[in-house]
């Protein structure tokens, strides 16, 4: 079973900084399968990037994946306020334990 | 537009059963693998089930295995989960996800919330 490793837990930054959240795999996977997602309180999850590296429907620009084998990104090129929240990486069944993003 | 909306939530004593409902709009429901994924409060996200868009294949989360049935009704547009044996642990809000062909979740329903406690 793949084991998805998020990092940092938290991340405290200010608005229009760059954010960068890594998602390590316990074992190499399938670019293909690699996606991303925001989590807002209250809310459910919204997928972000896809195949590691495709932005869904309506994603902003700002947010960009990357990776391959056991090492993903995603960064926040820079930070707006409606981007704090939790964020995961989720490869089929498997998702991260989340990466916080708070303001500083 | 897209839409899940699942229903059926509640408080439910352990040991317990109930079954959840989604009923989907906006899109050929036929035509999608479909998922359920929960969140304990303040937790992350845990996949629980997978059904095939005509129903014929189907996963299960090892927590969840033998307790938990997954099933569709595609006349219907209707996704359903029928847990049985409910533990304090199955305490989650419940998500009906759509899958992509990449198994992403695109679209996700607002959750419906069950509680297992006496």
């Known amino acids: 079973e793949i084991v998805l490793t998020q990092s940092p837990g938290t991340l405290s930054l200010s608005p229009g900084e760059r954010a960068t959240l890594s998602c390590r795999a316990s074992?190499?996977?399938?670019?293909?399968?690699l996606a991303w997602y925001q989590q807002k309180p209250g809310q459910a999850p919204r997928l972000l990037i896809y195949?590691?590296?495709s932005r869904a429907t309506g994603i902003p620009d700002r947010f960009s994946g990357s990776g391959s084998g056991t090492d993903f990104t995603l960064t926040i090129s820079r930070l707006e306020p409606e981007d704090f929240a939790v964020y995961y990486c989720?490869?089929?069944?498997?998702f991260g334990q989340g990466t916080k993003v708070e303001i500083k | 537009e897209v839409q899940l909306v699942e229903s059926g939530g509640g408080l439910v004593q352990p040991g317990g059963s109930l079954r959840l409902s989604c009923a989907a709009s906006?899109?050929?429901?036929?035509?999608?693998?479909m998922n359920w994924v929960r969140q304990a409060p303040g937790k992350g996200l845990e996949w629980v089930s997978y059904?095939?868009?005509?129903?014929?294949?189907?996963y299960y989360a090892d927590s969840v295995k033998g307790r938990f049935t997954i099933s569709r009704d595609n006349a219907k547009n209707s996704l359903y989960l029928q847990m049985n044996s409910l533990r304090a642990e199955d305490t989650a809000v419940y998500y009906c996800?759509?899958?992509?062909?990449?198994?992403?979740?695109?679209?996700w329903g607002q959750g419906t919330l069950v509680t297992v406690s006496s």
């Open positions: 996800a759509r899958a992509t062909s990449a198994v992403d979740f695109d679209y």
């Open positions: 906006g899109f050929t429901f036929s035509s999608y693998e």
């Open positions: 059904i095939s868009s005509s129903g014929s294949t189907i």
């Open positions: 074992q190499s996977v399938s670019s293909s399968y």
């Open positions: 195949g590691a590296s």
């Open positions: 989720q490869q089929r069944g498997t």
